[in-house]
């Protein structure tokens, strides 16, 4: 490796004291905006490397936060990326993404790097394999912030934003109910997820209001990935369903094509709703109708409430309460919920 | 904040002394395996905190390592990081990512933090805007290596793991040919980055060794967003063309809604392929005629061949040459190139 170059190196060919480099490198308003620009040039001119790690160690934080996901591979991901990557560049934040695919082992992994790491706070949404909470207890007991989105635990002792899983399960439900479907079979992930549970809560209770009696052979629980998918879908088929509420929108698309292959058609024989409002639920045929979720306010939130933590835990303040904050979300009627016995245009010619 | 729990607390706790416990939490075999457990185990319930950041300083490396994405939200970004994280899990080396959605400032703002937070190595895919290097400079200077992968410069001096692009435009056009297309629009994005550069040289050579003119106005680029791309269709419609090559699914997805919505029969009437094989390209009707592209084996090959050069480095051997590494891709024939002027089942009623 080569010499690297230091901050003497820096004040030498600049014939400035090393305390006024440190200073501006630190963009300290201590220096005169000129000098600052100027020392920088030279320091980008010269190579020079901060040494972030040890300045970061010395102020005992870290400007980096922690954003734990359970996938990155969809729209509903991205767009909360983006909304936490808004606030965090505004605040001179950097993040660091680390995902579990969905697996618990991993998320602890995860969790135990980021705080080794000395991230100043964490994002996270829980992975579906995840049981127990106790790699978070580090976070807690050091009373570094953590902030939950989507996928969280409810009796958790920090921030949670969330949508209404158990309104936006109902209005799924009921629009079926109110075009005419009446065996609604719902394709599900672990109840042990919040999202899940509140949707299932949110799908009972339109049935019940309907007095529609419910049917504990119409629900299936699965990974959501395309094969368990078609594996519930061929066992939910036995029992004569005439429609399909399933909480993920690739998932519902992946029984979408199997239906029609099989003749089915969709609106008319059978109806079928969705859930996230991914881009794919427009571009297939019939286009999907869905539960919009706006990941981009539901990032931009979960990372203002975690700086306002982080904030008043570097003033020395009292740490601030638990907050609960939900998202709007919206029912998207496209064309997979036509009427019953109304089919509308097939894709098979 | 609460105290934190130091070696010391552990050596008190334990009756050995701090050079043990040092020792047995960086996981040296000078101290007995069970001796190391014991330690570990108390270190987990008093709460201790490894200072990893001190620890990697002194060290003079973090075992971590930088991933620089163009973007996360397709099927071929998570297999290409679940390839990554394969190999770099069994290194025990930590994955840092960052992502540019596609815009050039951001990835180097991002390339600078991760030089900054001192990484050991780094892996990239270019942004669509990004127009200088000079960003990499530091690694270069500082010999950190960097490997890149699917959108490369080609002259830049390091590793760079990528598909046969030239060869997969070119046996795309050849299949369309093949079909009976002779009029063969080509939507792809900017030509600066190498990807859409080769696919467009193979497009172009394709056409020729069918002796077919090639006609300019037949080619657009654009950012292959929704928008941009039904701008780019509408544009290429006026030139009457029987076929597109799209060098991404999802932007296929959206011309062949937007020509099937105008009537226009899919295959037939028009011949339809993409580049990726997104899953997405499955679940729509007509499926998608596509190229697959091995995002796992691309990251695996990334990982691998960085890990060499950091091990290389480590023991003070000379830099390793840097490697060119093709993976190879596949001509995926599904529906949506069927024979020119005998349309198959149409998703009209």
């Known amino acids: 490796m080569e010499k690297q170059v230091t901050i003497y190196d820096l004040a030498r060919a600049l014939n400035l004291s090393t305390a006024t480099i440190s200073r501006a490198l630190d963009d300290s308003p201590l220096v005169k905006l000129r000098t600052r620009e100027m020392i920088r040039a ?7 490397r901060q040494n972030l790690i040890a300045s ?3 102020k005992q934080q870290s400007r980096t936060i922690g954003v734990l996901l359970h996938e990155v591979n969809s729209h509903f991901a991205t767009s909360v990326l983006s909304g936490i990557e808004k606030i965090t560049t505004k605040e001179r934040y950097d993040i660091l993404i ?5 697996d618990g082992a991993r998320e602890i992994a995860n969790t135990r790097n980021l705080f080794n790491k000395r991230v100043d706070g964490l994002i996270v949404s829980l992975a579906m394999t995840t049981s127990s909470m106790d790699h978070f207890s580090p976070f807690f007991e050091q009373g570094i912030p953590v902030v939950f989105f989507d ?3 409810k009796k958790m002792p920090c921030s949670k934003i969330v949508i209404d899983n158990l309104k936006a399960g109902y209005q799924a439900t009921a629009h079926l109910l ?16 919040n999202v899940y549970e509140d949707r299932f809560k949110g799908y009972k209770k339109a049935l019940a209001d309907h007095r529609i009696p419910f049917v504990p052979e119409l629900v299936e629980t699965c990974s ?15 029992q004569k ?38 881009i794919l639920g427009s571009l297939i045929s019939p286009k999907l109708s869905t539960i919009d979720y706006p990941g981009l306010l539901m990032g931009e939130t979960a990372a203002q409430t975690l700086m ?10 009292a740490i601030l309460e638990s907050k609960n904050i939900t998202i709007p979300s919206t029912l998207i009627i496209r064309e997979s919920t036509g009427k019953k016995d109304r089919p509308g245009r097939s894709r098979k010619a």
């Open 42 to 48: 030279m320091a980008e001119k010269m190579g020079y």
């Open 56 to 58: 970061n160690l010395r």
């Open 98 to 102: 680390a995902h579990s695919g969905e």
């Open 151 to 153: 996928r969280i635990i």
């Open 178 to 193: 109110d075009q005419g479907y009446r065996r609604i079979a719902h394709i599900t992930a672990s109840l042990q997820r």
């Open 224 to 238: 959501l990935n395309r094969e368990d998918t078609l594996e519930a879908l061929n066992k939910l088929l036995l």
């Open 241 to 278: 369903p005439d429609a399909f509420f399933i909480t993920n929108d690739f998932a519902a698309a992946v029984c979408m094509d199997a239906l029609q292959q099989k003749g089915i058609r969709i609106p008319g024989d059978m109806g079928m709703i969705g859930f996230n409002n991914d």
């Open 308 to 317: 306002e933590k982080i904030k008043t835990k570097k003033n020395g303040k």
